[in-house]
């Protein structure tokens, strides 16, 4: 069963500009395993990534419904890309009884992202058997 569904559209340029401009903007938003990926890449997939990874930490405080903020923060969310299949995956959340599925898109200029949540099976009987 569905928890919430999050979406966010973010322009790559103005997240270039952030991290340009502020130091510590990289920190602020990317865990130390997603800051380790982000320095293996090249500039131009170096600002993709960041702005993918903002975008899709802010679509599952959406998803969460919370907002970024005390109940999800940028460094309780890590994605990580799967090593076989590249795809993203959500290595760490804080809600413990969802499981989280994960899109990132984008184009030259704009990055698109997609959380669902869903309810773990087994935590689901429990909220309908309690």
Sequence with gaps: MIYGIGI???????IEKAWKEHQGFIEKVLTPK?????DRLGQRRKNEFLAGRFSAKESYSKALGTGIG????????????????????????PAD???????????????MTEVILE????TREDADNG
């Design 97 to 111: 009884c969802l499981i989280g599925h994960v899109s990132i898109s984008h184009t030259a200029e704009l990055v």
């Design 34 to 38: 997603e800051h380790k990926d982000f």
């Design 119 to 122: 309810y773990r099976s087994d």
């Design 8 to 14: 966010d559209i973010t322009d790559i340029a103005r």
């Design 70 to 93: 005390k109940h999800a923060g940028f460094h309780e969310i890590e994605i990580l890309n799967n090593e076989e299949t590249g795809k993203p995956e959500l290595t760490m959340h």
